[in-house]
């Protein structure tokens, strides 16, 4: 899977939002409502288990930014993945895991903001026992903000080596 | 004021984030914890009434935004300002009011994302009798994230127009 271009469904909309070149700059002021936001259901080739994503900003011609609150029910998580600038989570609620490919695990909890480099495999998640839900932050490169790989299996999920 | 350089206090450091021309790319997975994370009171050049800013991020080589969470007790207001590559806010608690030069006083409540182009002169606050909290990003150009001007009177945040 490519982060590149937009495919389409509101979850990917959400995690791998495409600015498209020439995007006209945003020089309006905005304010969207969180009452009329919809939430929407993790796909099944991003993450496993239960996951909902509310879409919080896309890039708009001047920020080049995402952001989306995510949040993973006990035992899900994303596939592993990386960012072409990076991520940056704010944990929000309950308690989670990240792991950075040939790292341990670490256990992140609310207010912990962690940063992963540029092109790092890494994965994210809620705990065996917890649910998280975390705001992820990521600047897009060339329209695309994430390119996915394959699930975490059970054995790394629980190993956390 | 400017938001261009540096000025050394926590709470500038929050809102003024200073990422240095030649600052070397965190290429390093990073995780800071929150609850070791202070929080700083909003400067009195700055803002008007109890506000306390804690800082979330800073640029860091690769990221091109800070954020922090800024609480405002009920009539607490930042004073007028700008941003260069303009501002997002995520409102996270309470109820706010944010005003663009010229135009009409918006209520603001959780979950609801605000888009101030670059270079609009605005402000952003508690209501008179609520509180509010909200999470607010920016980009930086040459490394500035903001420029501060005069006060908000009474008279403008009471009348709101």
């Known amino acids: 899977m490519s982060g590149?271009?937009?495919?389409?469904?509101?979850?990917?909309?959400?995690?791998?939002?495409?600015?498209c070149?020439?995007?006209?700059?945003?020089t309006q002021f905005q304010v969207d409502r969180g009452a009329?936001?919809?939430?929407?259901?993790g796909g099944a080739d991003e993450?496993?288990?239960e996951v909902?994503?509310?879409?919080?900003?896309?890039?708009?011609?001047v920020r080049d930014f995402s952001a989306a609150y995510v949040t993973f029910e006990p035992g899900a998580r994303t596939a592993w993945h990386s960012?072409?600038?990076?991520?940056?989570?704010v944990v929000t609620e309950g308690a989670g895991w990240v792991?950075?490919?040939?790292?341990?695990?670490?256990e992140i909890h609310p207010g912990d903001?962690?940063?992963?480099?540029?092109?790092?495999?890494?994965?994210?998640?809620?705990?065996?026992?917890?649910?998280?839900?975390?705001?992820?932050?990521?600047?897009?490169?060339?329209?695309g903000v994430v390119e996915w790989f394959e699930h975490v299996d059970d054995e790394t999920y629980v190993g956390g080596k």
Chains 1, 2 share one sequence.
Request: proline share 6%.
């Open 4 to 19: 590149v271009s937009y495919e389409g469904s509101a979850l990917l909309a959400a995690l791998m939002v495409c600015a």
């Open 83 to 89: 960012h072409p600038a990076g991520q940056t989570l």
């Open 36 to 41: 009329e936001r919809s939430t929407s259901k």
């Open 52 to 61: 909902r994503v509310q879409m919080l900003m896309a890039p708009n011609g």
């Open 21 to 26: 070149a020439h995007q006209p700059a945003q």
């Open 113 to 143: 903001v962690v940063w992963t480099p540029p092109g790092v495999r890494h994965w994210h998640g809620g705990t065996r026992e917890s649910a998280m839900t975390h705001m992820a932050v990521q600047q897009q490169v060339e329209g």
């Open 99 to 106: 792991q950075l490919e040939g790292s341990e695990r670490v």
């Open 47 to 49: 993450f496993t288990g």
